[in-house]
């Protein structure tokens, strides 16, 4: 799905959630999301091809991919398939269930996870560094 394709209220709610369309690539468009909360961490979503917006995010695989500034493989990945998949993460990563009898819009369930998703890579990586620090150091 390039640009062109979202509708005009479809690309409102993406944007609402900090969710922008970004070519990537030449010609290949992706949602990327930047978390305040994380300087420097960027998340792309995108199709199982890692090179279109998936088409219908409700029901399609996507997978989101968090990068710290600089690094060439993601500190954390995600394969989920639409909503069940986005509720089903959440539920077993975050700790609670965001179902609810009215569904919230997917738009913003996709900003949610994928800020979930930013936090934690940031979190293993200051564990790491942690580790790193505290470490014993050959004399």
């Known amino acids: 799905m390039h640009e062109q394709h979202f509708t005009h209220e479809h690309g409102a709610q993406?944007?609402?959630?900090?969710?922008?369309?970004?070519?990537?690539g030449g010609t290949d468009?992706?949602?990327?999301?930047?978390?305040?909360?994380?300087?420097?961490?960027r998340a792309y979503i995108s199709d199982p091809?890692?090179?279109?917006?998936?088409?219908?995010?409700?029901t399609d695989e996507m997978r989101i991919a968090v990068f710290p500034a600089g690094a060439g493989e993601p500190t954390v990945y995600l394969a989920v398939r639409g909503r069940e998949g986005l509720l089903a993460w959440h539920k077993e990563k975050v700790g609670f269930d965001l179902a609810?009898?009215?569904?919230?819009?997917i738009a913003k369930l996709l900003g949610?996870?994928?800020?979930?998703a930013v936090l934690q890579a940031l979190r293993a990586d200051v564990a790491q560094e942690r580790e790193s620090d505290t470490a014993p150091r050959a004399a």
């Not at 468009?29 to 961490?41: C, F, I």
């Not at 091809?49 to 409700?58: F, G, Q, S, W």
Request: zero cysteines; proline letters at 13%.
């Open 14 to 24: 993406l944007a609402a959630e900090s969710l922008i369309a970004t070519r990537v």
């Open 29 to 41: 468009v992706v949602l990327t999301y930047d978390e305040p909360a994380a300087p420097g961490y």
């Open 49 to 58: 091809d890692h090179r279109a917006v998936p088409a219908n995010l409700e």
């Open 100 to 105: 609810r009898p009215e569904p919230m819009p």
């Open 112 to 116: 949610l996870v994928t800020s979930n």
